[in-house]
């Protein structure tokens, strides 16, 4: 069964930046990096085929880029400009998801 182990999570001031990385035990054609925040609904954030297309949800267009290194199985979230509003534990897993999840990491955007 496919692991997925996230880090890179911390605290960041906003208008700064992060780069969170996934690690998959397993083969993945679509990836993706969700994120939830306090009190409100998992949400996918990013998306990266085999091909290398990507598609990302309107709140975070412009200023994060997923990226993939397939031979080490690892997907990458680099996030720039962050705001508070992007507070959440970001996870990674397939898109549409499997139903096993990884801890996450917490990325938590304050002054």
């Known amino acids: 069964q496919v692991q997925f182990v996230e880090s890179g999570g911390g605290l960041v001031q906003p208008g700064g930046s992060r780069r969170l990385s996934c690690a998959a035990s397993g083969i993945i054609f679509t990836m993706g990096w969700y994120r939830q925040a306090p009190g409100k609904q998992r949400e996918l954030v990013a998306a990266i085929r085999s091909g290398g297309s990507t598609n990302y949800a309107d709140s975070v267009k412009g200023r994060f880029t997923i990226s993939r290194d397939t031979p080490k199985n690892t997907v990458y979230l680099q996030m720039n400009s962050l705001k508070p509003e992007d507070t959440a534990v970001y996870y990674c897993?397939?898109?549409?998801?499997?139903?096993?999840w990884g801890k996450g990491t917490l990325v938590t955007v304050s002054s």
């Open positions: 897993n397939t898109d549409p998801p499997l139903a096993r």
